[in-house]
């Protein structure tokens, strides 16, 4: 069969399938569904990817994430999917070493999809039927036709049994017609379109292979190259340096200047950082006290935003200082140590914010957003080993973002393997002596956090006797109010699940469901 033929009934398959598993669904048992569908398109398709060790690792991680989808089901692992099936297509069908430009390859596929779609149609048009055959086809037809209706209403007039039949066979009819239009509604239409603009993205590749041929030109490790005063003067980088060294950018002196002035910044960013760290290894790691009346909140929020940016700004001051030919100088010998020591302040800065959530974690509990700063802070770490390995091997900006976009692939893949909403709950739950339950928080978690809310419904009670009693107004009072709001999550639940079919099974779901049914709290069924 001609491949390009292929790829359209491949697209317009897995559009119809997209449309029957996904209407009126949740991601979930249906990813495996047409997911594997899509995997075998693609390695169908481009045979030559399962080569490649890039293709191999990202399928792996895709897999774990398709997992996830159905054992979990949390937006964390779908958004992983989703991100890891795309790259994986872009590694496939494009030469890519690089995550960046994987993620443009497909962000091209998907503004071309049109075009891609229409361009094997237009080159693989069979020959075009005669006029004159089509013309004898319909009159050879008209007659015979007409015989078949006038006698077909001769014999339903005559014999009864007849009648009956044809009048069963028109109903169904008209009740697979009825369907039928029912099914390719506007709705369910544009639906349709949305499976061929996925599928066709994922499955067809673009001719403009602009982000390959781009990244054909970069490599790994870094070369020194000759530049006149012309050429460097025609950057705009070149023309912030000289906005501020002035004339001592130009000339056979240029790197020995910009060497000078990158160990003079350093030195005092050094003794700056220095004196931060001393103060946070003193307040911090030997003498931390929780100060009555100040919330840690305050103590946290107050410094860590401003700490993460000064450490993206530090990796950005390396970069700044190691941008070309100035890795090559060979007196460049103290800028490295400065860098050296810039990079290890900024770790140990790194822990002192690690430290600081920690606190707040063992005082509040945990909290998405504290999540979220704990594996900021370990892309963080990995950015600095990178920059460090960028120096002392004299590596590219190319293979730093490189190397750290491929970290952040396996980060998050990592981070599908745990169902937080449901960790979470158990952690603030388990040290509720200790940490102050955020009731509401607890209670806008996703539904697989239930069956823990209502196992520890006496100490949610608690805390909500506890907040009662501080306000002034006793009518206001209401024991029972999170055992309502629990209540009502709890139908909910049941109310979402009788609209899903078998395609929206997950464990996550069917573990809530299967607690409610043992429980005998509420009946639900599917």
């Known amino acids: 069969m001609n491949k390009d033929l292929s790829k359209i009934i491949l697209v317009t398959a897995g559009a119809v399938l997209f449309n029957l598993v996904f209407w009126n669904e949740k991601l979930a048992i249906n990813t495996v569904l047409f997911d594997a569908f899509l995997l075998s398109a693609l390695f169908f398709l481009y045979p030559q990817a399962r080569k490649h060790a890039s293709v191999n690792w990202l399928l792996l991680g895709h897999l774990v994430c398709l997992t996830m989808v159905v054992v979990h089901n949390t937006e964390v ?43 094997p149609i237009r080159f ?22 007409i015989l078949l209706v006038v006698f077909f209403c001769i014999y339903q007039s005559a014999n009864t049994v007849f009648s009956d039949m044809a009048g069963r066979i028109g109903a169904q009819l008209e009740l697979f017609f009825g369907h039928f239009f029912d099914f390719f509604s506007w709705e369910r239409s544009l639906f349709l379109l949305l499976g061929l603009l996925i599928t066709g993205s994922i499955l067809l590749k673009s001719k403009l292979d602009y982000f390959s041929v781009r990244e054909a030109r970069l490599q790994d490790g870094l070369q020194r190259t000759r530049k006149t005063l012309h050429q460097r003067r025609e950057g705009a980088f070149f023309q912030f340096i000289e906005l501020i060294m002035g004339r001592m950018a130009n000339g056979k002196m240029a790197l020995k200047n910009e060497n000078t002035t990158g160990i003079i910044s350093l030195v005092l960013l050094n003794i700056l950082l220095l004196l931060v760290n001393t103060i946070d290894l003193s307040f ?35 970069l700044f200082f190691f941008k070309g030919n100035l890795n090559f100088y060979r007196r460049n010998k103290w800028l490295k140590y400065g860098a050296y020591a810039w990079i290890i302040q900024n770790a140990m800065l790194v822990s002192s914010v690690f430290l600081r959530d920690y606190y707040y974690i063992l005082r509040h509990g945990l909290a998405y957003k504290r999540i979220g700063v704990l594996f900021f802070l370990i892309m963080v ?136 049914q043992r429980k005998g709290l509420i009946t639900v069924t599917q």
């Open 284 to 318: 911090l790691w030997i003498h931390f006290q929780y100060k009555e009346g100040e919330p840690v909140y305050k103590m946290v929020h107050e410094g860590t935003e401003l700490l993460i940016v000064s450490i993206v700004l530090a990796m950005a001051i390396l």
């Open 381 to 516: 770490m990995v950015g600095l080993a990178t920059v460090f390995l960028k120096i002392w091997n004299r590596k590219t900006n190319y293979f730093l973002f490189r190397v750290n976009a491929w970290a952040g692939i396996v980060v998050l893949v990592l981070a599908t393997t745990i169902h937080w909403d449901e960790f979470i709950a158990g952690y603030n739950l388990k040290r509720q002596n200790t940490v102050a339950l955020d009731v509401p928080f607890l209670l806008s978690l996703s539904d697989k956090a239930l069956p823990l809310l209502d196992t520890n419904m006496v100490a949610l009670q608690k805390r909500e006797n506890d907040l009662q009693s501080l306000v002034s107004d006793k009518r206001a009072l209401c024991d029972t109010c999170f055992t309502a709001q629990l209540k009502q999550r709890e139908i909910a639940f049941a109310q979402k699940q009788q609209q899903f079919s078998w395609l929206s099974w997950n464990y996550a779901d069917a573990y809530t469901r299967k607690y409610f």
């Open 124 to 145: 693989n048009r069979g020959p075009a039927i005669k006029r004159k055959t089509v013309s004898r086809v319909i009159r050879f037809a008209i007659f015979p036709l």
């Open 77 to 119: 692992s779908k958004i992983a999917f989703i991100l890891t099936g795309l790259l994986l297509a872009g590694f496939a069908e494009y030469a890519h070493r690089s995550v960046w430009f994987a993620g443009g390859s497909m962000l091209m596929n998907i503004v071309m999809v049109a075009a891609s779609f229409v361009e």
